[in-house]
């Protein structure tokens, strides 16, 4: 069986060092093992929260240039544009009519995102997790790379499938998901007990792949530390372990070895080293994309290769799920 990695990222907020680790580098790491690699720009998940058009445009591109200076080669992977593809909302409402409120009402990023407000969020928030799956299962996509906060939708894409799989027959390739266990959960640096977030409150929260060094050094600065003064990763230290776990991810150095060169040194100290360390790693990527995103038509050429790749393969599962159930009467 073709090996297809599949993965996402929407359009909205500030893209992070989270985001990056978590899911990007994963993706770059993994692209020659696999025979297909695709890589979408989800707007329509974006848009279950209220966008700007012109912001929610500007981000499309800017997500393309980051995955390209990330080091997604388009010649191999294909990059697409979610919208641009039809099948994928098509597939989406197919989906919802096997998919049950109940284990929807389950998914924790849903109970995060609307909070007390269930009644008055939309229907897409609410869905957004069939979206997910539908883009999943149009590429028959056998591994899908991401940080901890999706596995439970990736979880949801496997009963999915299986369901469908089951009532009409083999149909959709079931998925599994790849979490890489340093990286599943990169934390807030101004809250270690919550992971990074786009959405975060407080530019404090992450550092963006486009922040310039001196936002750098004055974020990481500001990063929360636990009590105590050692330079140790441990349970009871939950800031520490995430700033080291940055500074291993982004230094190729181990954990253990950075512990024993800070060894009788202070926050202050190491601070200042791990802003050096992320500056370093994000400045061949930050020049990369600032090249890439002054090309906006040649962004756009990019994407609409991609979607013209991959089309055949969304075209033909959507065409099986329909005549599997019995959707039309086309030949
Ligand atoms: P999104 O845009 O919220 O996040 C993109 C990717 O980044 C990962 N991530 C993190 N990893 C580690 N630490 C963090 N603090 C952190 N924050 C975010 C996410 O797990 C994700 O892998 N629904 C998805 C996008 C999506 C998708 C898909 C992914 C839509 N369709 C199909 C895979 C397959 C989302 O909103 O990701």
């Known amino acids: 069986m073709n090996k297809i990695i599949f993965s996402g990222v929407q359009p909205s907020g500030n893209i992070h060092i989270?985001?990056?680790l978590g899911a990007i580098k994963q993706w770059v790491d993994l692209s020659n093992d696999f025979e297909e690699s695709i890589y979408c720009i989800v707007d329509l998940h974006a848009i279950t929260v209220p966008q700007d058009p012109?912001?929610?445009r500007k981000k499309i591109l800017e997500v393309a240039a980051l995955y390209i200076a990330c080091g997604i080669d388009p010649k191999k992977s294909s990059i697409f544009v979610q919208s641009d593809r039809p099948e994928h909302s098509e597939l989406t409402w197919i989906l919802n009519c096997n998919a049950r409120i109940g284990e929807l009402s389950r998914m924790t990023q849903f109970k995060d995102k609307s909070g007390k407000d269930q009644e008055g969020v939309s229907i897409g928030l609410f869905d957004y997790p069939v979206l997910m799956a539908a883009d999943i299962l149009l590429y028959g996509s056998t591994h899908v790379p991401v940080g901890e906060d999706q596995k439970q939708?990736?979880?949801l894409t496997r009963d999915l499938a299986q369901r469908f799989n089951a009532k009409y027959g083999q149909t959709f390739t079931v998925p599994e998901p790849i979490i890489k266990k340093e990286t599943a959960r990169i934390m807030g640096l101004d809250?270690?007990?919550?992971k990074m977030s786009k959405s975060?409150?407080?530019?404090?929260?992450?550092?963006a792949m486009n922040d310039s060094p001196d936002i750098i050094g004055q974020k990481i600065k500001r990063a929360v530390t636990d009590s105590g003064t050692d330079i140790k990763s441990g349970?009871?230290?939950?800031?520490m372990t995430n700033l080291l776990n940055i500074y291993s991810e982004m230094s190729g150095q181990s954990i253990s070895q950075i512990e024993s060169d800070f060894s009788?040194?202070?926050y202050g100290e190491f601070k200042e080293k791990l802003a050096e360390v992320i500056v370093a790693y994000l400045r061949p990527i930050q020049e990369k994309y600032s090249k890439l995103i002054s090309d906006e038509e040649g962004l756009i050429e990019i994407l609409s290769e991609g979607s013209r790749r991959i089309a055949p393969m969304a075209q033909k599962t959507l065409q099986e799920a329909k005549s599997k159930i019995g959707l039309g009467v086309k030949r």
């Not at 349970?235 to 800031?239: L, N, V």
Request: cysteine-free; charged content about 30%.
């Open 18 to 20: 989270g985001n990056y």
């Open 54 to 56: 012109k912001e929610l």
């Open 153 to 155: 939708h990736v979880e």
């Open 191 to 194: 809250d270690p007990t919550k």
């Open 200 to 207: 975060a409150a407080s530019p404090f929260n992450y550092i």
């Open 235 to 239: 349970s009871d230290k939950p800031a």
């Open 264 to 266: 009788g040194k202070g």
